[in-house]
């Protein structure tokens, strides 16, 4: 069993750096660059992540940036391209591979979806038949 100051340190470090990821998504981030600017190590991170989020810090970076991109398709008229690159990615064709295994589908193909429905009380309605 771990004793409570371990397990207070890696929430706290979990928090830190998922607070940095939420502002800074779409810049490069890695981890050992964090690690660094909390004033940790690469693995007390990695721990972190896993014991605290139970996910790995580059699930939980990719799962961000998907997130805000599916926000920014939804609700800009910025081309794929330009999302790709407001969340960090350099190139449009790993963008649109990662986006296709958070969301189901092609960028274009889930902007145009969420152009047909919007949500009204927490159900999805078809636009043409809302009243």
């Known amino acids: 069993?771990?004793?409570?100051?371990?397990?207070?340190?890696r929430l706290e470090l979990y928090q830190e750096v998922t607070?940095?990821?939420e502002f800074e998504y779409g810049d490069e981030l890695a981890l050992d660059d964090l690690a660094?600017?909390?004033?940790?190590?690469?693995?007390?991170?990695?721990?972190?992540?896993?014991e605290v989020g139970h996910t790995t810090?580059?699930?939980?970076l990719t799962a961000v940036r998907m997130d805000r991109a599916a926000e920014m398709l939804?609700?800009?008229e910025m081309t794929v391209r330009e999302v790709a690159h407001g969340v960090g990615y350099r190139q449009p064709a790993q963008f649109a591979k990662a986006f296709r295994?958070?969301?189901g589908s092609a960028p274009s193909d889930y902007r145009a979806q969420s152009r047909l429905f919007s949500v009204r009380g927490g159900d999805s309605v078809p636009i043409a038949t809302a009243a």
């Open 1 to 9: 069993m771990q004793r409570q100051a371990t397990i207070e340190l």
């Open 101 to 103: 295994r958070r969301h």
């Open 36 to 50: 660094h600017r909390v004033a940790s190590s690469r693995r007390q991170l990695q721990r972190a992540f896993a």
């Open 57 to 60: 810090f580059r699930q939980y």
């Open 74 to 76: 939804a609700g800009s």
């Open 19 to 21: 607070s940095i990821v």
